[in-house]
């Protein structure tokens, strides 16, 4: 890949950042590629709070913009060292700053994971890809809506198309009555009857007896 190229794709990424003591992280920075000038301060007004390190002036500039990518400015108390691809850090050689007047500085290479070290502190500083990643967050929620939207709007339709007609209806109470007489079959051969109660017909019902009246010449002994 060409120098151009990785110049005008480096302009797509933004500088990551992380503060740790000893193993833990405490803090945690991401700016844009819009900002083109990263200042530090012992200050929380600033833009990157970076308490713990010696600083010459404050605001200090600790990374720019370049064409290439990022100038990171290293603070005069700080060792510097280097971390390519996820291999483990080593000391960045003197001969590979860069030297303006009294400050060093270090290109921030794509695959570079830069680590600034002063007493328990470490400030970690990478590229940042979290505008990409937003970006296709962005793409892949739109797509769930897209889906989502296209579900809603076919819901109506196949409810026309296979919503319940007379037919259907007709067919599923055919079933259902099928159902009932099956269950009522097995009923009666658990009780051990083999033809359904009938109810008994008013007809050959038998009148009660009541009360009759005997003739006045019949004694009742």
Same mark, same amino acid.
């Given at each position: 890949m060409s120098t151009e190229a990785k110049s005008t794709e480096a302009k797509h990424d933004g500088l990551f950042c992380e503060l740790f003591w000893g193993t833990t992280r405490n803090e945690v920075w991401s700016f844009g590629p819009e900002q083109? *000038?990263?200042l530090a301060a012992q200050d929380e007004k600033t833009a990157l709070p970076l308490y713990g390190f010696t600083l010459p002036e404050e605001p200090f500039l600790l990374a720019e913009r370049t064409e290439k990518g990022y100038r %990171?400015? %290293?603070p005069p108390a700080a060792r510097? /060292? =280097?971390? *390519? *691809?996820g291999d483990a850090f080593r000391p960045i050689p003197e001969a590979e700053l860069q030297r303006t007047g009294d400050r060093f500085s270090v290109e921030l290479m794509r695959d570079d994971l830069l680590r600034l070290r002063e007493g328990e502190l470490a400030l970690h500083l990478t590229y940042s890809v979290a505008g990409k990643r937003e970006a296709a967050v962005r !793409? =892949?929620?739109l797509g769930w809506v897209a889906m989502g939207a296209a579900l809603f709007l076919s819901l109506p339709v196949g409810f026309l198309f296979a919503g319940p007609t007379q037919e259907k209806m007709a067919e599923s109470n055919a079933r259902a009555l099928k159902a009932a007489r099956e269950r009522e079959e097995? /009923? =009666?051969k658990r !009780?051990?009857?083999d033809t359904p109660a009938r109810p008994i017909s008013p007809d050959a019902q038998q009148t009660d007896a009541g009360v009759k009246t005997l003739p006045a010449n019949l004694g009742v002994h």
């Open positions: 083109t *000038r990263v %990171v400015f %290293v510097v /060292e =280097r971390s *390519r *691809r !793409l =892949r929620d097995a /009923e =009666r !009780l051990g009857v």
